[in-house]
């Protein structure tokens, strides 16, 4: 699952840099993985569809710039708003793939 214990480390941003540093990135390497395995199968619009791929990329970007980046455009606020949206965003697409794609596996 992207929402998991890992997941719940990202809101630490710059109290704990180190942990939500790695927690970003392992999950845009999770969010890769899984988007090359939904678009091998049913295509980049598939991809974009069930996971906001693009969107939730640029998010968790920004939060990596926001934790790891002092002097960072990206404020607390913002780093909240990305986080939020990328919680909901990856929630939906879990429900997409357990309900519609469960033949890839994921």
Do not use: W
Not at 6 to 20: M, N, P, Q, T, W
Not at 55 to 82: A, G, H, M, P
């Amino acid at each position: 699952p992207f929402i998991d214990h890992l997941f719940s480390k990202i809101v630490e941003g710059r109290y704990e840099k180190a942990l939500a540093t790695a927690a970003v990135k392992a999950k845009l390497d999770q969010l890769e993985n899984v988007s090359e395995k939904i678009g091998s199968m049913y295509g980049d619009d598939a991809v974009q569809n069930v996971l906001g791929y693009r969107e939730v990329k640029r998010c968790l970007e920004q939060c990596l710039d926001f934790i790891q980046n002092s002097s960072s455009d990206v404020e607390d606020v913002d780093f909240t708003i990305y986080l939020d949206f990328v919680r909901f965003r990856l929630k939906e697409g879990e429900r997409i793939i357990e309900s519609e794609l469960a033949d890839l596996g994921l």
